[in-house]
């Protein structure tokens, strides 16, 4: 099946840094990629839409000077914290759509990324 | 997308057969229902997708009654590695839209020895 892959797995960055956290889609092309957030012990809110070639579409009350999303290739999103605060740790998940003509419709989701401010 | 209602979490013991209920009552036409797995620290995990009657796969089947407005995940004979969260969703299966999964607060079920 498809696999998105994401990088890294785990950072630790100090208060006021940024931090650029990669998704890949590894064998297929993806021209929207999703970017979740996820605290501990709750479910999974969506953050924002990437679109290749194109902005961003972020959902309500998520601030896009804060988390940039690139999405320079048709396998490649990155997501940036910039700023990065304590109140920012969590775990950054990413998903890409079921590419055309599988047959059937999933989404795919990278392993996530553990961010940790200090 | 519809929203979906599950117990916010079950107990089960291994070897037992594990049954998951969602509720769905605003499900559309063009809906379909799709289950995922989510284990500590890893991303969702796509499990099972149908639209109605029954669906089976390797390691679940899906319920759906006529009406659609529920589902029910079957796990049969379950382990300490099914101990996750299971999330259920709903959404238009032609609809690019349909990707951008919205999670509701899943189901932990907690497996024991």
């Known amino acids: 099946g498809a696999v998105v892959s994401q990088h890294p797995s785990w950072v630790i960055c100090k208060s006021g840094t940024s931090v650029k956290i990669e998704c890949r889609s590894l064998d297929f092309q993806a021209t929207t990629m999703f970017w979740y957030r996820q605290f501990p012990k709750q479910s999974l809110m969506l953050m924002a839409t990437?679109?290749?070639?194109?902005?961003?579409?972020?959902e309500q009350g998520v601030e896009k000077d804060k988390f940039l999303i690139n999405h320079a290739s048709l396998t490649l999103s990155t997501l940036t914290v910039t700023s990065a605060h304590p109140e920012d740790s969590s775990f950054y998940i990413c998903?890409?759509?079921?590419?055309?003509?599988?047959?059937?419709?999933?989404?795919?989701f990278g392993q996530g990324t553990r961010l940790t401010v200090v | 997308l519809a929203k979906t209602t599950q117990p916010i979490s079950m107990d089960s013991y291994e070897g037992q057969e594990v049954n998951i209920t969602c509720s769905h009552n605003n499900i559309a036409t063009n809906d379909y229902i799709t289950w995922y797995q989510q284990f500590p620290s890893q991303g969702p995990r796509f499990i099972i997708q149908g639209y109605k009657t029954k669906v089976t796969n390797e390691v679940a089947s899906l319920f759906i009654p006529a009406d659609r407005k529920s589902s029910t995940l079957s796990l049969p004979r379950v382990s300490l590695s099914d101990t996750a969260v299971y999330y259920c969703l709903v959404g238009d299966l032609m609809n690019t839209g349909f990707q951008k999964l919205v999670f509701g607060t899943g189901t932990r079920l907690l497996v024991s020895p």
């Open positions: 990437s679109n290749e070639g194109s902005k961003a579409t972020y």
């Open positions: 998903s890409a759509p079921t590419p055309p003509g599988q047959g059937k419709t999933e989404a795919f």
